[in-house]
């Protein structure tokens, strides 16, 4: 996701700043800009495209001063030019601001703001913030509370920071639910603000992380911190250790756990630069998807293994409920043994993580011989699979250290959705109320995956409960059920408990039968169109003495009344919910191995990639 970095102190923040940005070019963006003080105004620089370019800019045209903030940023809202890239500074030349995150109802402010006079100079919407806190100050707020109260009127999930030329003694930074992180760092008579660790290491380990709307004022000497309804909070120093691994995983005990909640990013930086929410578009070039070519294809194959292979198990059902074109799944190890019927203009769509899984290139190497179209979807840049593609898909997850696989599962299901609504649009299968309907659900998911995260403590109690349980019988239908076999893999992967998956309505064709007290079913009911179905599974369960562990939508009273705990996700579109439901059950595996003491990043005999047959 977008970098941040700002700084407050006695050395030139230009520099600090340009060197804490590179720090964080490895999540990818498509723009970069910085803001200093210089001589009481602010003094702006940005340009589209590699930092180096903004680089070039300050050398022939420097700025320094004591304070400043910077941001390398992926497109959301509006292109990625120079005049869309952060920071933003309002009309009055008083305030700027960096931000992360997607402000979801930034068209109803934007228009207010517009009836009232304000001149937009991007198409951001990240401007709206900036707007909003100056119009607070002009109508007498002073600088923090202005800021406060602009925050308590986003909707989303945000990391924001702030600076004005009538305050040049601080700087504010915000974090609103789970954008990515806020990091304060401590040094003598300076301070240090970024998104993330790496940007500051080389001048501190002396670090306070934000807490979701917990709102910072951070002076040379001093930070204090309040939450967005004004109460204090107590300052939490950790020093993080040298060790660059210890360093990585911040606050986090293990790499998997950081990287679940990383995925609020990684699903925003999945978003960005490939939807453009104002106009309802998708913008794939790698793809090489043409209008010509989406009519003209008659079938996708996916191919994948372990968890990727579940991901495509959600594309097909994506694919053909909003294509219409026929979609099959197979298993990338079995590809090449089947004989598989593939016709010359088919598409074969391969889905790693690595790249390199050896099972999938050779899926791939038969889908040549038998004239396909090579799509992939790799999180690998330069990979094995995205060289020998047709069109690819990077996954925006950042590096994944955690064996087994979640942030790199979840951005998938984005990436297919989006393939599909695509397709759809190219090939004439739905209304453009439908289809701009589907693109501007996107919005939605990150807030709605953070959401998810803010419930960790109630997933942390029902896995002590589960804490010593040797089987497992995990349910779901329709666009869930693989929902239900990547839930029961993850499982099995990390907390070594036997778990079995399976669509809901076979169990009764077998499954049944292990079903009593000491072996929970964990079923997921949201409110999708299987919903009364899965109600029924839950019955036969608990009419046979099972224990039920289920997946529900917030304020389901019935499944309450059924189940002995609930894992409870937000409201979400239903082709969407697979990315959401799966956030629990990711945590749910986690804290279980947590209790049983097991090395949740490094789980026995398993390996990140696999390149052996």
């Given at each position: 996701?977008?970098?941040?970095?700002?700084?407050?102190?006695?050395?030139?923040?230009?520099?600090?700043?340009?060197?804490?940005?590179?720090?964080?070019?490895?999540?990818?963006?498509?723009?970069?800009?910085?803001?200093?003080?210089?001589?009481?105004?602010?003094?702006?620089?940005?340009?589209?495209?590699?930092?180096?370019?903004?680089?070039?800019?300050?050398?022939?045209?420097?700025?320094?001063?004591?304070?400043?903030?910077?941001?390398?940023?992926?497109?959301?809202?509006?292109?990625?030019?120079?005049?869309?890239?952060?920071?933003?500074?309002?009309?009055?030349?008083?305030?700027?601001?960096?931000?992360?995150?997607?402000?979801?109802?930034?068209?109803?402010?934007?228009?207010?703001?517009?009836?009232?006079?304000?001149?937009?100079?991007?198409?951001?919407?990240?401007?709206?913030?900036?707007?909003?806190?100056?119009?607070?100050?002009?109508?007498?707020?002073?600088?923090?509370?202005?800021?406060?109260?602009?925050?308590?009127?986003?909707?989303?999930?945000?990391?924001?920071?702030?600076?004005?030329?009538?305050?040049?003694?601080?700087?504010?930074?915000?974090?609103?639910?789970?954008?990515?992180?806020?990091?304060?760092?401590?040094?003598?008579?300076?301070?240090y603000i970024a998104s993330d660790l790496p940007a500051i290491l080389e001048h501190t380990r002396n670090i306070v992380f934000l807490e979701s709307h917990q709102m910072a004022e951070?002076?040379?000497?001093?930070?204090?911190?309040?939450?967005?309804?004004?109460?204090?909070?107590?300052?939490?120093?950790?020093?993080?250790?040298?060790?660059?691994?210890?360093?990585?995983?911040?606050?986090?005990?293990?790499?998997?756990?950081?990287?679940?909640?990383?995925?609020?990013?990684?699903?925003?930086?999945?978003?960005?630069?490939?939807?453009?929410?104002?106009?309802?578009?998708?913008?794939?070039?790698?793809?090489?998807?043409?209008?010509?070519?989406?009519?003209?294809?008659?079938?996708?194959?996916?191919?994948?293994?372990?968890?990727?292979?579940?991901?495509?198990?959600?594309?097909?059902?994506?694919?053909?409920?909003?294509?219409?074109?026929?979609?099959?799944?197979?298993?990338?190890?079995?590809?090449?043994?089947?004989?598989?019927?593939?016709?010359?203009?088919?598409?074969?769509?391969?889905?790693?993580?690595?790249?390199?899984?050896?099972?999938?290139?050779?899926?791939?190497?038969?889908?040549?011989?038998?004239?396909?179209i090579l799509w992939s979807i790799v999180n690998v840049l330069g990979s094995q699979v995205m060289r020998i593609s047709d069109g690819y898909l990077s996954m925006q997850t950042g590096?994944?250290?955690?064996?087994?696989?979640?942030?790199?599962?979840?951005?998938?299901?984005?990436?297919?959705?989006?393939?599909?609504?695509?397709?759809?649009?190219?090939?004439?299968?739905?209304?453009?109320?439908?289809?701009?309907?589907?693109?501007?659900?996107?919005?939605?998911?990150?807030?709605?995956?953070?959401?998810?995260?803010?419930?960790?403590?109630?997933?942390?109690?029902?896995?002590?409960?589960?804490?010593?349980?040797?089987?497992?019988?995990?349910?779901?239908?329709?666009?869930?059920?693989?929902?239900?076999?990547?839930?029961?893999?993850?499982?099995?992967?990390?907390?070594?408990?036997?778990?079995?998956?399976?669509?809901?309505?076979?169990?009764?064709?077998?499954?049944?039968?292990?079903?009593?007290?000491?072996?929970?079913?964990?079923?997921?009911?949201?409110?999708?169109?299987?919903?009364?179905?899965?109600?029924?599974?839950?019955?036969?369960?608990?009419?046979?003495?099972?224990?039920?562990?289920?997946?529900?939508?917030?304020?389901?009273?019935?499944?309450?009344?059924?189940?002995?705990?609930?894992?409870?996700?937000?409201?979400?579109?239903?082709?969407?919910?697979?990315?959401?439901?799966?956030?629990?059950?990711?945590?749910?595996?986690?804290?279980?191995?947590?209790?049983?003491?097991?090395?949740v990043d490094q789980p026995r005999n398993l390996a990140k990639s696999v390149t052996v047959e």
């Amino acid at each position: 996701m977008c970098g941040i970095v700002g700084y407050i102190g006695y050395q030139n923040a230009t520099t600090i700043i340009l060197n804490g940005l590179k720090k964080l070019e490895y999540r990818g963006y498509d723009s970069a800009g910085l803001a200093v003080i210089q001589n009481g105004k602010i003094e702006l620089r940005r340009d589209a495209g590699k930092l180096s370019n903004l680089s070039s800019m300050v050398d022939g045209n420097p700025i320094a001063g004591n304070i400043g903030i910077g941001h390398t940023r992926w497109a959301t809202h509006g292109e990625p030019t120079s005049r869309n890239a952060h920071p933003h500074m309002g009309m009055t030349g008083d305030v700027v601001v960096v931000h992360n995150g997607i402000v979801e109802n930034y068209l109803e402010l934007r228009n207010e703001l517009t009836s009232e006079g304000v001149n937009f100079n991007s198409d951001t919407d990240t401007e709206t913030i900036v707007h909003l806190i100056e119009r607070f100050m002009m109508s007498g707020c002073d600088f923090s509370d202005a800021v406060r109260q602009t925050l308590r009127m986003l909707k989303g999930a945000h990391g924001v920071v702030v600076m004005s030329r009538l305050c040049p003694e601080r700087l504010i930074a915000a974090r609103i639910g789970n954008a990515g992180g806020v990091v304060l760092g401590i040094g003598k008579d300076e301070m240090y603000i970024a998104s993330d660790l790496p940007a500051i290491l080389e001048h501190t380990r002396n670090i306070v992380f934000l807490e979701s709307h917990q709102m910072a004022e951070v002076t040379r000497e001093d930070i204090s911190i309040q939450t967005l309804d004004g109460k204090p909070v107590q300052l939490k120093i950790e020093t993080v250790s040298w060790d660059p691994i210890s360093a990585e995983k911040g606050k986090y005990r293990h790499f998997m756990h950081k990287e679940i909640h990383e995925q609020v990013r990684s699903l925003t930086d999945t978003l960005a630069g490939r939807v453009d929410f104002d106009d309802c578009e998708l913008r794939l070039p790698q793809l090489n998807l043409t209008k010509d070519l989406a009519q003209k294809i008659n079938k996708i194959h996916i191919t994948a293994c372990g968890t990727a292979a579940y991901a495509g198990m959600v594309g097909k059902t994506l694919i053909e409920k909003i294509a219409r074109i026929p979609t099959e799944v197979t298993i990338a190890s079995e590809f090449r043994y089947q004989e598989p019927i593939v016709n010359k203009g088919d598409v074969l769509l391969a889905i790693s993580q690595s790249g390199e899984t050896a099972d999938t290139l050779a899926a791939m190497e038969e889908g040549r011989k038998r004239g396909a179209i090579l799509w992939s979807i790799v999180n690998v840049l330069g990979s094995q699979v995205m060289r020998i593609s047709d069109g690819y898909l990077s996954m925006q997850t950042g590096p994944e250290i955690g064996v087994a696989s979640t942030k790199a599962f979840t951005a998938p299901l984005v990436d297919l959705y989006m393939i599909a609504a695509l397709l759809a649009k190219f090939r004439g299968q739905a209304d453009k109320n439908e289809i701009d309907k589907w693109i501007s659900d996107l919005r939605l998911i990150p807030d709605l995956a953070g959401r998810c995260l803010d419930r960790e403590n109630e997933v942390r109690s029902i896995a002590l409960e589960m804490e010593s349980v040797t089987n497992a019988l995990y349910l779901g239908r329709g666009i869930n059920m693989p929902i239900a076999y990547e839930g029961a893999l993850k499982l099995k992967e990390i907390s070594y408990i036997h778990a079995e998956a399976y669509p809901a309505g076979e169990m009764k064709h077998g499954p049944i039968a292990l079903i009593d007290n000491d072996m929970p079913v964990i079923a997921l009911v949201p409110r999708d169109p299987w919903y009364d179905k899965m109600i029924s599974q839950i019955e036969q369960v608990k009419a046979r003495g099972g224990k039920v562990i289920a997946l529900a939508t917030e304020g389901d009273e019935e499944i309450q009344k059924l189940s002995d705990y609930v894992l409870w996700v937000p409201k979400t579109p239903w082709l969407l919910g697979p990315v959401i439901n799966i956030i629990p059950l990711q945590l749910l595996a986690y804290h279980i191995a947590v209790y049983r003491g097991l090395d949740v990043d490094q789980p026995r005999n398993l390996a990140k990639s696999v390149t052996v047959e």
